[in-house]
């Protein structure tokens, strides 16, 4: 079945620095790709649409200069954390669409963030 | 923005028991889905009722959905210990592939 695989599932980095998670869809290509953040026990708040070749979409409230998104490939979109402080920490989440499968939605296994 | 309402927001149960968590939503869907999450990892789609449908099965999973109360139902029979985990349905509108999570169901089987 297709796999969306996110890389680092873990990271911890100090105020002001930049991080970057991958994201990527192994065995099918996604157009769109979408990122989420979870704090822990709560839901899953949308921030952004990636769409390949193009600008992501963002959600109100999210801040597009500092989370940069860029999708450069049909299986791969990347998120840059940046000027991180420590109220970024929190659980990121992206998921691709299979359009070869219909609407499902695959998504990755989540990046905890940790600013410290 | 979240527009899904799951409730119970936590539900605890025997094993071998049947538990149901419940969704409603507020704006017109074309689809609505559930997913399972254990905690701290990603989410595993379960199920997806078109807004057409009315009912569907998979296994032990049961999804019923009423467009005209704008609420959807998963039961899960005969659980297991194994299926202990936080479950969230979401909802595709209109003409966007966006998915709209529930606050969640955080669901507690014991053994």
């Known amino acids: 079945g297709a796999v969306v695989s996110q890389h680092p599932s873990r990271v911890i980095c100090k105020s002001g620095t930049s991080v970057k998670i991958e994201c990527r869809s192994l065995?099918?290509?996604?157009?769109?790709m979408f990122w989420y953040r979870q704090f822990p026990k709560q839901s899953l708040m949308l921030m952004a649409t990636s769409n390949e070749g193009s600008k992501a979409t963002y959600e109100q409230g999210v801040e597009k200069d500092k989370f940069l998104i860029n999708h450069a490939s049909l299986t791969l979109s990347t998120l840059t954390v940046t000027s991180a402080h420590p109220e970024d920490s929190s659980f990121y989440i992206c998921?691709?669409?299979?359009?070869?499968?219909?609407?499902?939605?695959?998504f990755g296994e989540g990046s905890w963030l940790t600013v410290v | 923005s979240q527009q899904g309402e799951e409730d119970p927001q936590a539900l605890s149960i025997q094993e071998g028991e049947n538990a149901t968590m419940n969704c409603s939503y507020k704006?017109?869907?074309?689809?609505l889905q559930w997913y399972r999450q254990n905690s701290g990892r990603g989410l595993v789609h379960l199920i997806l009722?078109?807004?057409?449908?009315r009912e569907k099965h998979s296994g032990r999973l049961r999804v019923t959905l009423d467009t005209s109360k704008k609420s959807s139902s998963l039961l899960i029979t005969a659980s297991r210990a194994a299926d202990t985990a936080s479950y969230f349905c979401?909802?595709?509108?209109?003409?966007?592939?966006?998915?709209?999570f529930g606050k969640g169901t955080k669901l507690t089987v014991n053994p």
């Open positions: 998921s691709a669409q299979a359009h070869r499968t219909g609407n499902t939605i695959y």
């Open positions: 704006t017109s869907i074309n689809n």
């Open positions: 065995d099918f290509q996604a157009t769109t």
């Open positions: 009722i078109r807004s057409n449908e």
């Open positions: 979401a909802t595709e509108q209109g003409g966007s592939e966006k998915l709209v």
